[in-house]
């Protein structure tokens, strides 16, 4: 029996790295797992070990253990955690004199990614690159919207990869995850229920507008799964289903009989009651960008969706979804 190749996981235990671990280790005949975390012996890392994923630390931020972490990948999916270098409390103090936090972590998170990007780039017998990215906003967006870095800066990321490693590009999928479906069971998101039993869902975007919606911790490791198996030299809009969250609201008061409504916030005081004031105007310019651009900037020549590959992913629905959370009707 021929030894099954060899797909390296980065972010293994967060939402995207894990699902793609998932979808990996169901076919145990094909596929090996190594996982990719920065401190092998907590919790989740564990677990993942014994399920059976070859679990490796690494730092994106140390180009040495990246190449060590490659030896012998057959494929490579690589996430980046922008919120996660944000929330750091050792970076509170990094940015330069006068410059914000956000500014200064989309600097780190595009040299991690290009040091991800080099170490890739040296795999001998790498079959595929699978980079996790997001549009150019500055771009697309004609210097309207110049403040959205967690966008930017895995955009730039990608733009290096393209000009600097030509043979690396020409093997590599580019993902763009939609919405986070789950925002509607987060503190942020959850509809609220009034003493007259109805939901109430409170967003800062039109109700109507039609958005991409993905739920990562399901969803990514079968479109990856797909990318790997299609073509390379495609930039992927994943999500499982378009949809307003007036359309979302109705399927949940369609599946559980329960009355529903939608109200728009003022997008800017909505994030500001729940993020700190750093990335209220990164979150603010964010929703106007989707609003205005439709999420994938439309005018990139790259971009497909998810039917367009050869291979297609087999995802369930938004209402699959709702119907496994919990609302709390009771």
Known sequence: ?????LIVVLGATGQQGGSVVNTFLAQPTHWRVRGITRNKTSAKAQTLASRGVEVVEADMSTPSTLTAAFRNAHAIFA????????FDPKNADRPKPGQALNAWVAEEEARQLRNVIDAAAEVEGLERFVFSSLSNASKWSKGKYT???HFDSKASAEEYGRREHPSLWAKTSVFQGGIFLNFFTSPAGRPQKSPNGTLTF???WPPTLQLPWLVPSEDTGPLVHALIQSSP??????????AS????????STLFNVPTKVVKADPEAF?????????V????????????FVFEAQESPRIVRPDDLEIKAQLPGIEGWIKKQSWGFD
């Open 1 to 5: 029996m021929a030894t099954p190749n």
């Open 79 to 86: 996430v980046s955690d922008f919120l996660g270098i944000y």
């Open 147 to 149: 403040h959205i870095y």
């Open 202 to 204: 409170t967003i800062p």
């Open 233 to 242: 030299e495609q930039s992927l809009l994943g999500y499982r289903e378009w």
């Open 245 to 252: 969250t007036h359309e979302i609201a109705a399927k949940l």
């Open 271 to 279: 994030w500001a009651e729940i993020l700190s004031p750093g990335l």
């Open 281 to 292: 105007q990164e979150f603010t310019e964010f929703f106007e960008y989707w609003e205005e």
